[in-house]
């Protein structure tokens, strides 16, 4: 019998500062999105949101109000839960482009609506919205 695929843990961040949201350009799939990654051995969800927001933004933040989670099949076909966060900043170290990341933009919530490829991104931008009022 084969072995059931590994179920994939993530966490990311929904980062909402004066009425804008950050969202992060991926080159290898062409599209607009909300900084997330997967969990790395002993991490907290809390920590991995944390790091992989800072590695994908260069932006320190603080955690707020955590969102709804999705759970869904990754493209290799493994299950996978993403937890979410609200998020503030603390400090903005400036983005270092990389083949993961290559832009970062802070746009008003409701251009999030016309520029977020995923609707799960744009629900969450809207449920952020709602917890940062």
């Known amino acids: 019998m084969p072995a059931l695929p590994r ?8 980062i909402v500062q004066d009425g804008r949201v950050c969202v992060i350009h991926r080159p ?3 599209d607009w999105s909300l900084p997330k990654g997967k969990l790395q051995s002993g991490e907290s969800h809390e920590e991995a949101a ?8 260069g932006l ?21 839960t993403v937890r ?12 270092t482009p990389s083949d993961e990341v290559d832009e ?19 629900e969450l931008v809207r449920e952020a ?5």
């Open 50 to 57: 944390l790091r992989e927001v800072h590695e994908e933004t």
């Open 60 to 80: 320190h933040c603080v955690l707020g109000a955590e969102l709804s989670s999705q759970d869904y099949t990754d493209r290799k076909g493994r299950p996978k």
């Open 129 to 133: 919205r709602a917890a940062t009022r």
């Open 7 to 14: 179920h994939v843990q993530a966490a990311g961040g929904v």
């Open 104 to 122: 970062r933009r802070w746009i008003l919530l409701d251009e999030a609506e016309r520029l977020l490829v995923y609707e799960h991104d744009r």
């Open 84 to 95: 979410w966060w609200a998020m503030t900043v603390r400090a903005d170290e400036g983005l």
């Open 28 to 30: 290898d799939y062409e």
